[in-house]
């Protein structure tokens, strides 16, 4: 199993960015996906959850980033997807995806001006 994180960066306060996680090794349309992230010296949070094909694809929240979020995967690509739009500096940390049982490397997003 194998979870590759791309995307992150450096981005001003009010802007967006769109993480990208490419997976392979198992069958991705099966499984759950998610994406977490850690800022500096916290514990890790999960941030939004995209459900397999078969339970239909629904997404959730966390409450925090509903509204700026999306959460998507393309089951063809054997990607999920986050873009983000109107980043906080609070937001600023490594991004990780998984799918329940295996973890990325993550990603680093810097919210600064």
């Known amino acids: 199993v194998q979870l590759v994180e791309s995307g992150g960066g450096l981005v001003q306060p009010g802007g967006s960015l769109r993480l990208s996680c490419a997976a392979s090794?198992?069958?991705?349309?099966?499984?759950?996906m998610s994406w977490f992230r850690q800022p500096p010296g916290k514990e890790r949070e999960l941030v939004a959850t995209v459900s397999s094909a078969d339970a239909g694809g629904f997404s959730r929240y966390a409450d925090s980033v509903k509204g700026r979020f999306t959460i998507s995967r393309d089951n063809a690509k054997n990607t999920v997807y986050l873009q983000m739009n109107r980043l906080k500096t609070e937001e600023t940390a490594v991004y990780y995806c998984?799918?329940?049982?295996?973890w990325g490397q993550g990603t680093q997003v810097t919210v600064s001006s």
């Open positions: 090794g198992f069958t991705f349309s099966m499984y759950g």
């Open positions: 998984t799918n329940g049982r295996a």
